[in-house]
């Protein structure tokens, strides 16, 4: 999942709630994330920045600068994060939902070398299983847990905490992914990547030290210790700074705004915001999943709200700690030093003395009452007096709308509607959340089934006014002109000619066709014209043929029979939304989607 930044500043409720932070974070989450943010908060707020809206969750990481050999810093460009929920662990399959209130912070903000004493559950010579047992799903039952390897139990090692912080230099050669910072020459890159805990004691939402949650014996993989016997989704963060974009001198270096020049005190905060219906299914559904690629567009639970323009929709808001920490900075924000180590950094090197004067704060953004709820209309049903027609491909060069036009900074869908309607046209189209467009009719071969991407619009936050390059498509139904597209619904007629006689079609509606490859739903005569498709050319075709039922699909296509193939029924597809080629007021089906005609008219 792709997370845009949200705010950078002092800001972090987890450790320092209530109060300015010690050091620089930057957050991807909700728009309304501030000094005391609770679950509340968050599941409340009108947006995130990360692109499954029912995602409000928070996730934060210190931010990367470049300490220059005058002693300035500069800030290092860093769009935002990205945060991946894994199915791993030997009890996978027993995945549990993160409760409302959860938070965790992963990581050593004081560490300054790499730790190999301190290890997972399982250690360095390993634990087993004495008197028990693991099923095939990883739930260990009964026994003792007994250091050591012990004949006839189940054996478990575990592997230094300090693996879950690694480096990914992006260069031309693939370079092994330290715990600290070894190369950061990346041309693509140096992306910074960090697991979470993901065993749970069950009973505390969050601890200061933080042993409320656990590894996995094998950090990313393994087994939850007996303590820690709730297993949760794995959580996993990437961060790419961009290194390479940074003037470098002979004698500077990169530092984390906590004061870390060695990359071992890398840090995450994670702070549950998810809709609770919508984590539940999504574990249940995806997590374990073995034939997913792990993609959200797999996963139906999450396609409901996910936005590729979650950046756009929710941008990086206003900070709330009126204090510079962007571009270049005399000195990092706070009062952190530079400690190189390794020994650990001490606390004082990252805290301010008492009665040291603090920023001021600026208005963290309200919550309302509840949250956002953005309206998603269907295609082919009518709100009103306009019609959804769905969206559509468009471009500066060749627009699907070439009539009246206009862009509005308080752009809505409603305001693009009597627009189109004051200039007498009868389709009004929004894109890029400030646009409008207006025209009669829809380019031949137009294909209204796409994903607009969900781009709000401008002048409210509940609407979707297309997106990047595509347009939502909105058909009057009081229109005086000639034009509607047809046909609107099933049982609608046409006349038609076939030997010189008029004779008259029954539209029998949208079926589903050659699906997974499941064959023709009309195996008769059949013809293709990517140029001049009409409803008339294919029925008075199917009707010459002496064939009872005529099909099109994907604009151009004809296709006739008697009878529709096995387990196919005309109303069963949603997808005939393509414009004919010959003929743009009219529905020629779509992908898979044939609009099927009975050429008798019974």
Known sequence: MTCGTIQTGRIDPVVSP??????????????????SSTYNDLFNADCTSCSVQDDKSAYWTPQLYYQHSNGSFE???????????????????????FPPGFRMLSGDMTARSYDSSTYTFGGTNGVTLVGGSC???????????????VAGGPQFFGRPVSDRVSYNCLDAVPAPEPPGFNSTSCSNGLRAQLHFQSCWDGVNLYKSDNSHVAYMSQVDNGICPPTHPVQFVHLFFE?????????????????????????????????????VTTQAAALAQCASNANSDGTISE????????????????????????????????????????????????????????????????PTPSSPSG?????????????????????????????????????SPNMTTEACQSFCTTHNLPLAGTEYGSECYCGLSLPQGSALGQDCGGMICAGNRSELCGGAAKISVWNSTTYKGAYA?????????????????????????????????????????SYTDGAAMTIESCVGFCAGKGLALAGMEYAGE?????????????????????????????????????????????
């Open 18 to 35: 209530g109060a300015i932070s010690s050091h620089v974070h930057k957050i991807s989450g909700p728009n309304n994330i501030g000094l």
């Open 75 to 97: 800030e290092v460009p860093n769009g935002g994060t990205v945060v991946y929920y894994l199915g791993r662990g030997d009890n996978r399959t027993s995945i549990q939902p």
């Open 135 to 149: 099923d095939g799903n990883g739930r260990c039952t009964g026994g003792t847990w007994t250091n050591g390897a």
């Open 239 to 275: 961060v790419l700074y961009g290194v390479n974009n940074i003037n470098k001198d002979s004698s500077g270096r990169f530092v984390f705004s906590n004061g870390d020049p060695t990359g071992y005190g890398f840090h995450g905060d994670f702070l549950n915001g998810w809709n």
């Open 299 to 362: 996963c139906a639970p999450l396609m409901l709200s996910n936005s590729d323009n979650a950046g756009y929709n929710c941008p990086e808001q206003p900070p709330l700690i009126a204090e510079p920490v962007h571009g270049m900075l005399d000195k990092l924000p706070g009062c952190n030093t530079v400690t190189p180590g390794p020994n650990p950094a001490p606390m004082s090197s990252m805290t301010c003395p008492a009665g040291s004067p603090q920023p001021s704060l600026n």
């Open 371 to 407: 949250p956002a709820h953005t309206f998603y209309p269907v295609s082919g049903k009518t709100y009103g007096n306009w019609t959804y027609l769905g969206c559509t491909s468009d471009s500066t060069s060749t627009r699907a709308l070439s009539g009246a036009s206009t862009t």
């Open 485 to 525: 597209m047809f046909p609107a619904t099933a049982g609608n007629k046409l006349t038609y000619t076939t030997s010189g006689k008029a004779k008259t079609a029954t539209y029998l509606g949208c079926a589903p066709d050659n699906v997974n490859n499941g064959g023709r739903m009309l195996n008769g005569a």
């Open 558 to 602: 004809c296709y006739c029979g008697n009878a529709l193939g096995k387990g196919s029924s005309a109303g069963g597809s949603t997808a005939c939304t393509m414009a004919c080629s010959g003929n743009a007021t009219e529905w020629c089906g779509g992908p898979n989607g044939l609009s099927v005609w009975n050429v008798t008219g019974s």
